[in-house]
């Protein structure tokens, strides 16, 4: 079996490389599970958080990179009822796909976007999404700093997870025929990295890992836990995810820095409702922060 350092180093070296600089603005999110809006998606509590944070980046005119597991196609056989049922949502996509702001990065509950005739470990595949003819679907992507070459990579983290990586089908079928029946009851999904604590510090442990070993800024989704490390030493980030409860976590960077940011509702002094932006941590320079070079080879 293939160690998670080795799949991860798979994943890095065909990876999509995406300059950036300071003048650039991306997002970060993740984990949105997009299901067919039954009883079983959990996306359908934030949608509109979603929706409004979603639109707020597009008028300023960010990247928008989600980073794994968007669609819920494990409780779910079919991509058509999840664009049927969350049908606005992909249209607000659409605009950063129209503008090339769009990337789509893959993870373990949305895997099989890929073709079938592509690997696990290569770089991208053409696929039938609800955007224009050349959408790409990627493992890994790395922003490469214009100026110092420094690295972000980013991939969505469920290769630190033999479960859901390597026995990604066993996963599956256990979370369609076991576990999502038993949800109903109150049992949670054991193997779940979200779920679990012990699988979750696992995974987080791996990444951490091999972010320090290779000396790279790393951003992750997978285990829904929202991660930002300090200057100069940390490596490791987490966007978290768009099924906490009652709000969504993301990354941002833009004007040469990075930020972990939550939105969700808020209350003003009148009592009228609206959907607001927090800071959580950051915003750090990411000059701040050692960003090494690549050591090992990878696609352009």
């Not at 799949?7 to 070296?13: E, L």
């Not at 669609?71 to 607000?92: C, M, P, Q, S, T």
């Not at 690295?151 to 630190?160: C, D, K, P, R, S």
């Not at 709000?247 to 409702?273: P, Y």
Request: charged fraction near 25%.
């Amino acid at each position: 079996m293939v160690s998670r350092k080795k799949r991860i180093d798979r994943v890095y070296r065909s990876a999509r490389v995406i300059p950036f600089g300071a003048a650039s603005s991306i997002v970060v999110m993740s984990d949105c599970h997009r299901g067919i809006g039954s009883w079983a998606d959990d996306f359908t509590k934030n949608q509109t958080i979603y929706l409004a944070a979603l639109k707020h980046y597009d008028r300023l005119g960010y990247t928008y990179i989600e980073l794994g597991d968007g669609d819920e196609l494990w409780e779910n056989k079919r991509l058509e009822d999840i664009y049927a049922a969350h049908g606005d949502v992909f249209a607000a996509l659409r605009h950063f796909d129209k503008g090339n702001r769009l990337y789509l990065v893959v993870g373990n509950h949305d895997l099989e976007k890929l073709k079938k005739t592509t690997t696990a470990s290569a770089g991208a595949a053409q696929n039938a999404t609800p955007f224009q003819t050349g959408t790409t679907l990627y493992e890994g992507l790395i922003l490469k700093d214009k100026v110092t070459d420094g690295e972000i990579f980013l991939l969505h983290g469920h290769q630190a997870d033999v479960l859901n990586d390597t026995l990604w089908r066993l996963s599956r079928f256990l979370v369609r025929y076991v576990w999502q029946p038993l949800e109903l009851l109150g049992v949670h999904d054991p193997t779940s990295a979200a779920k679990n604590n012990k699988v979750k510090a696992s995974v987080e442990r791996h990444l951490k890992h091999w972010a320090e070993t290779e000396n790279k800024l790393l951003i992750a989704g997978h285990t829904h836990r929202p991660v930002f490390s300090d200057a100069p030493g940390g490596r490791y980030f987490n966007d978290g995810c768009c099924v906490h409860l009652f709000n969504i976590t993301a990354i941002e960077i833009t004007d040469g820095s990075i930020a972990l940011v939550k939105w969700g509702e808020k209350t003003r002094e009148d009592g009228t409702i609206y959907i607001g932006r927090d800071i959580i941590a950051g915003p750090v320079k990411l000059k701040a922060y050692s960003m090494g070079t690549t050591s090992m080879q990878y696609s352009k």
